[in-house]
């Protein structure tokens, strides 16, 4: 991000209104490769093309705030390869993590990864180091330290199903494994930030919150969430869970949540009662249904309708309720720019 979008991002999350409306998408590999036309296996294999993809959305759409903005990862994989999860790759599609263990019971002997040597994750940091002179003479700065949430890990190292009987059958053992998840995503974390000190703002993404009930959600999620976004002091606290999101949204205060993207299925009202005024809200249109798969004009038709839905404007970063999704083009983002623009 430059220093202008990052000093707007700070301004939408201290509550000033500003004199235009401001679009901010999460984008990554669903969509990066694609648009950029090449492979989503180039992308993940080439720095250079990955780098040359996050430039060019960032020249074609200077005034959108691309978050977290030059995301180096691989997929949902990630954080799984530290813990020994093999990675299955396609040529266009998003890798896949085989689970590591069949029951909770093999959980005992799963070792804390080494954020600095085990799996994919010193290659996360490898290109942003060998990419960021070019990310500076460009004008951004790398700004956010990036995990995906110990649900969210937990349910690929097991399943999610297993993950969620465990849950009700054993409970201590799912805590034994959160710890594990959750002392290493610290460590992950406050890495990125020992690499670039130009890191200001945390991304934890985590869809599995959003299947629980609101014990589980006390039980198992909140106290590690908490802790994981304390890793350092952040200017921003940014949790993505697209999934269900009125179980985890009153306690978002509590967590320690500035910036929260949720499921288009919840209205802006409705997110913004649960989670009071305090919280950034990032959303809402629907990203496969409206934003990829409409015209022009219907985007620009449902983005002035999601605009109308809701008084209060402030602490509202428009954009669509999850992450950019495949097959959005270019002429589409530009309707919804339009959509946000009086009329």
Known sequence: MTEQQWQT????????????????????????????????????????????????????????????????????????????????????????????????????????????????????????????????????????????????????????????????????????????ITRFSINWLQLQKEKFPSIEGILLLDDIVGFVGDDECREFAVPYLKRIFNAFSARVRFFHNDAQGLVSTPYLQEIGVNLFNFSFEHSLQEIRTLAGPTVTLLGNLPPRDVLAAGTPEEVLRETRKMVASIDDHSRILWSVGGGMPPEVTSANIRAFLEGLAPA
């Open 9 to 180: 991002l700070l301004n939408i999350l201290d509550g000033e209104v500003l004199p235009s409306p401001v679009a901010g998408f999460i984008i990554d590999s669903p969509w990066l490769p694609g648009w950029a036309g090449i492979s989503t296996l180039q992308y993940y294999s080439s720095e250079h093309l990955w780098l040359e993809a996050n430039l060019k959305a960032q020249a074609e759409f200077p005034e959108v705030l691309f978050l977290p903005g030059f995301w180096s990862e691989y997929g949902m994989c990630t954080e799984p390869s530290a813990f020994g999860a093999k990675t299955i790759w396609t040529p266009h599609a998003l890798p896949h993590a085989d689970r590591i263990i069949t029951s909770l019971a093999e959980a005992e002997a799963i070792k804390e990864p080494n954020p600095r040597t085990d799996g994919l994750l010193p290659f996360v940091i490898q290109r942003l180091e060998n990419c960021q002179p070019v990310m500076i003479n460009a004008g951004h700065k790398i700004r956010f330290a990036i995990a995906r949430g110990p649900l969210n890990i937990a349910s690929f190292l097991m399943g999610t199903t297993e993950l969620m009987m465990g849950m009700m059958m054993e409970p201590e053992r799912v805590h034994h494994l959160l710890e594990k």
